[in-house]
């Protein structure tokens, strides 16, 4: 003790002569200057971070990592989502007992009217099924929901990604589709235990494939970047297309099911020099305001159990209704 | 008075780091996406600090591990944030001697050219994985971080100074 005490004094001494400061960091240097040199290690991490860009870019199966990843970071997502799931649950328990009841009469009335609606569409359903089946093509409207809140906290800025608090735990896969109460608003990108990473139909690198409602045109909407635009590429100028029409999906290329509204056409430019006409429409769903968001499985047994196989469920349906 | 110096307090550096990650995920974009998208990168700023006042505990493999995190929090490639962070938190811990004893005037501008790498870094690193950054709004980060670095500096030195972290 006396000998470190000593050697304490003495390198501080030396260090004051040395360099004016407090040796502390002397000392420490030199312990340092054993392990690997900073230069040895910049290489190495630099090393790590390109080879974890190229995997995750490249292979599937780094999604496992990336989901692992989230359970870690989950509790801080928590921590920022507290505050706005403290304030929802206040706001609802201070409500009074008029206004409750208000909203159960308004609720009420609108549960009547839409089950209304659904009477007629049971029957269109069933005339539907039984003239596909006669031309004997399947159709598949058998879709199942679940409801999921958007957490409130803040992803990439530069990407129109939102979370989800749902994840693997309630078997929610890569590229599903994410509606909200009014159409489709995106696609799940990334999966984690508690939580999924959705990316919205206005993001950049995102394409949907639509068809106009009214002619049954094919096309694909692209995001803009803007929540409230979208564009579609490649429409010849002599095409019947009018501000207004509803986009709905066409459910080509398997991910979104058809028949789920999308946007509607607010612009159509036609000119004469251009080959194609440029035609952007706004998204029907509130990007910006979604708080809950329904999650859809094509299959119950898809909602309720693990299960990759999408295309086997068509194969079945059609089987069933010829 | 001790004269023996230990690393003690490790959990001061990681509960600021993790302060960090709290005001980067803040949900800002509700009131301005401008806002959201001029937000200070508190995390590395931090760390930044760490590099400056301790380079013996806090160096590149904190930087890289935060930067992890990073890409894991905010929907990123992971590894991208991680690789400019560890390039950036080089050039910190390998001058930390001159910038320590610089002023604030240069400190902030060291650090407003250190962000403003990190972002080249990360708009080429995202570009070269087809993602697209559109808008000059990318690189106001910088400036607000330079903004922000004197009150960081100076709220951790005290919070440093108080806590006795050494």
Known sequence: MPAGVLSGILSESIGRVHQGRVLRRFTIKLIFTSGPSIIARLLVLVALS????????????????????GIATY????????????????????????????????????????????QKLESLKAENIRLRSSLRSSFDISDFVTIGKIINVDL???????????????????????LSSEGVIGQ????????????????????????????GLRSIAIGTGTTTRLELPYIPTNTDIAVGDLLETSGMGGRFPAGYPVARITEVTNDPGQPFAVVTAEPIAKLDQVVEVLLVWRDQQDALKEKKCCACTSDKKQADTQ | ?????????????????????ILLILPLSKYSLLLAQIRPEFPI???????????????????????????????????????????????????????????????????????????????????????????????????????????????LRNIRKQLGVR
């Open chain 1, 188 to 215: 799940t990108v990334h999966v984690s235990w508690k939580s999924s990473e959705i990316v919205l139909i206005s993001d950049p690198s995102h394409a949907i494939p639509v068809r106009v409602n009214r002619t």
């Open chain 2, 1 to 21: 008075m001790n004269t023996e110096v230990k690393a003690n307090n490790n959990w001061v550096i990681y509960s600021t780091i993790l302060l960090g990650f």
């Open chain 1, 156 to 178: 990439d800025p530069f990407k129109h990604h939102v979370l989800i608090n749902k994840g693997n735990r309630d078997n929610v896969s890569i590229n599903q589709p994410i």
């Open chain 2, 45 to 155: 700023l931090i760390v930044y600090y760490w590099c400056l006042a301790l380079p013996e505990r806090t160096g590149l493999a904190t930087a890289w591990a935060t930067g992890i995190f990073q890409d894991s929090l905010t929907g990123s490639l992971i590894g991208i944030h991680a690789l400019t962070f560890v390039l950036t938190a080089f050039i910190m811990t390998r001058f930390y001697q001159r910038i320590r004893v610089s002023s604030m005037w240069s400190q902030t501008f060291t650090v407003l050219g250190l962000i403003l790498f990190h972002k080249l870094i990360f708009l080429w690193a995202t570009s070269a994985t087809n993602q697209q950054i559109l808008g000059f709004q990318y690189w106001g980060a910088a400036i607000t971080s330079a903004i922000f670095w004197p009150l960081i500096f100076f709220g």
């Open chain 1, 50 to 69: 390109l080879v974890l860009i190229m995997l995750d870019y490249h292979f599937d199966s780094f999604e496992k990592v990336r989901s692992a990843l």
């Open chain 1, 75 to 118: 509790p801080v997502r928590q921590v920022v989502n507290a505050p706005a799931e403290a304030r929802e649950y206040i706001a609802n328990s201070i409500k009074s007992r008029s206004e409750l009841l208000k909203t159960i009469e308004e609720q009420r009335t609108q549960l009547t009217l839409q089950k209304y609606q659904l």
